[in-house]
């Protein structure tokens, strides 16, 4: 049972290049999300998945597109990376919406 | 707006002394919340969930409370340890989702 499991761990980037993070959870958990967590700010949601099919903006959404591919999966793709995303990317799982939250062990991105 | 703030960017305490980390809110009467805790490089790991009604909860040594006329909540960890130390985060449920303080990082010496 691995949890939430996310890659790449460590990315580097040049401005307007794209990519997407992965990630899978093995819980069967209905409820999937993406938070972004830089220094002295906390974590902030950028999409979430309520239910496989179902994705919805969060807090921080620009710049940002995501799939719910399947009940397991659930990628974040940035089209045209800025260094203003550079940042680490969390993804979650849950069993509904306001439940305990599991995490990934997150992937670190840095945009030059 | 609604505001989450958690007072204290950082705790030092002595082991085996009880932490206290101090969570406030304003424009906004949550229904419950949580405690999580992260250590460095790692996701959050959930701890605690005190909803309204409940004024207290205990978790071994971990004691949350909920006072919602202050509109405030304590983190308390009693006998502290050096292995206790991690940023502790208050989140409080936003819509479907979680909104997260930004955390008190907690460092217990020996």
């Known amino acids: 049972n691995a949890g939430v499991t996310q890659t790449p761990k460590f990315q580097v980037l040049k401005t307007g290049q794209s990519m997407t993070l992965q990630c899978a959870q093995d819980m069967n958990h209905n409820s999937m999300y993406w938070y972004r967590q830089d220094p002295g700010m906390g974590l902030r949601l950028i999409y979430y998945s309520a239910s496989e099919g179902t994705t919805d903006k969060g807090e921080v959404p620009n710049g940002y597109n995501v799939s719910r591919l399947n009940k397991r999966e659930f990628s974040l793709r940035l089209e045209s990376a800025a260094p203003s995303q550079t940042s680490v990317y969390f993804c979650a799982s849950s069993e509904g919406g306001q439940d305990e939250q599991f995490f990934g062990p997150g992937t670190r991105l840095t945009v030059l | 707006s609604q505001k989450i703030e958690q007072n204290s960017e950082a705790l030092n305490i002595q082991e085996g002394k009880t932490a206290t980390l101090t969570c406030n809110y304003t424009n906004y009467s949550p229904a419950y919340l949580q405690w999580y805790r992260q250590d460095p490089g790692r996701g959050p790991v959930f701890l605690l969930l005190?909803?309204?009604?409940?004024k207290e909860k205990r978790k071994e040594r971990l004691k949350v409370t909920f006072d919602t006329t202050l509109k405030q909540s304590l983190f308390h960890i009693t006998a502290s340890q050096p292995a206790d130390s991690a940023t502790y985060l208050c989140?409080?449920?936003?819509?479907?989702?979680?909104?997260f303080g930004a955390g008190t990082r907690l460092t217990v010496k020996p």
């Open positions: 005190i909803r309204e009604n409940e």
């Open positions: 989140v409080f449920p936003w819509g479907f989702d979680m909104r």
